[in-house]
């Protein structure tokens, strides 16, 4: 079931209401009780993850993670022994 957003006119109170998609609209606020609550356009047919957690290595494959941490290594391996290579040529000119 999709959550639906509403906003009163009168009071300008929000709110989000857990709604089946047929289910009448509502229109009496529950703060003020006026007849004056209007439904908002959400943001379409798309799921909306709220909170922590919803990244997308979260399910990754064991295989996968062992090969993106061997990655990791080879490229802060590779960094460690061009700097060390700056360090040692870096000098005067001798022109």
């Known amino acids: ?8 006119d009168a009071c300008g109170h929000q709110l ?3 709604q089946g998609i047929n ?10 009780k006026k007849k004056k609550l209007k439904r908002l356009f ?4 798309a799921i909306v993850f709220k909170g922590s957690g ?4 979260d399910y990754r ?13 080879s490229q802060s391996s590779d960094k460690s022994k061009s700097s060390s290579k700056k360090k040692s040529s870096g000098g ?3 022109k």
């Open 1 to 8: 079931m999709p959550t639906y957003d509403y906003e009163c």
């Open 16 to 18: 989000e209401v857990f």
């Open 23 to 32: 289910d009448e609209v509502l229109t009496k606020c529950p703060e003020c």
């Open 42 to 45: 959400g943001s379409g047919a």
């Open 54 to 57: 919803f990244y997308q290595t």
């Open 61 to 73: 494959s064991d295989g996968y993670k062992k090969a993106a941490a061997a990655d990791s290594k």
């Open 92 to 94: 005067k000119d001798s």
